[in-house]
C-alpha cells in the first residue's frame, strides 16, 4: 500500500512566496477513494478468511510510512482495521522503504534509514518488528541482500522476472549470490 502526497499546481509567480508545495484535498480525496475502492475491501476480505479458516490463511502486507501517515490523517479507520488484522498473528507486516523510494539504487545509507523509520511506525502502532523487506518497485541486487542480511533481516521479496533474478528459478526460494543466509522469494506479476 503506498501512494505520494498530491502536489499542488505552482505557478511561476508563486516562487519565492508561496513555500507550501502540496494539494492537501487532493491528497485526501485519493487516499479515501483508495481506502473506499481497494484497502478497505481488502482488509476486510483479509479478515473474513482469516476468521473463516480460524486462522489457517496468512499473508503479508506491504505499507509505506508516508501511507500510514495518510491514514492517521484522513481516514484512521485503516489504522482500526490493519491493527485488527496485526492482532490476528495471521499477517505479516512487511519492511518497505518509508517514502517507497529508490533509494536502495542510489544511496544505501539512506535506504537504511527509511526502512528503520518504517520499522519504528510498524513497531509503534501495529506491534510488529518485520522480518521480510519489500524493496520499492520489488528492485533486487545481490548487494542490497547483503546489506538487508547485515540489517537483521531474513528474507527479501524480488520480482520473478528473468531480467531481475537472471538464471533463477522464479518458482523457488533462492538464496542470495552476495548473502547466502538471506533468502529471496520472487512475485511474479500478471
Known sequence: MHSPYRLKRYRFFEIGHDHYYYDDLATEEHVNWLVQTSYLPLCQTIRDMIN?????????????????????????EMIDILKELASTKCVEFLATPYSYTLASEYDQDEFKKQLKLQGELLESIFGVKAQTV????????????????????????????????????PNRVFQ???????????????
Not at 137 to 165: C, P, Q, S, W
Not at 176 to 190: E, F, I, L, W, Y
Open 52 to 76: 473463516l479458516s480460524k486462522g489457517k490463511f496468512h499473508c503479508s502486507i506491504s505499507i509505506s510510512g508516508t501511507m500510514i501517515e495518510m491514514f492517521e490523517q484522513f481516514n484512521p
Open 134 to 169: 519489500w524493496n520499492t518497485e520489488l528492485l533486487y541486487t545481490d548487494e542490497t541482500a547483503f546489506n538487508l542480511n547485515k540489517m537483521g533481516y531474513k528474507v527479501m521479496m524480488t520480482e520473478g522476472a528473468k531480467h531481475v533474478i537472471s538464471w533463477k528459478s
Open 176 to 190: 542470495s549470490g552476495g548473502a547466502p543466509k538471506m533468502k529471496c522469494c520472487c512475485v511474479t506479476r500478471t
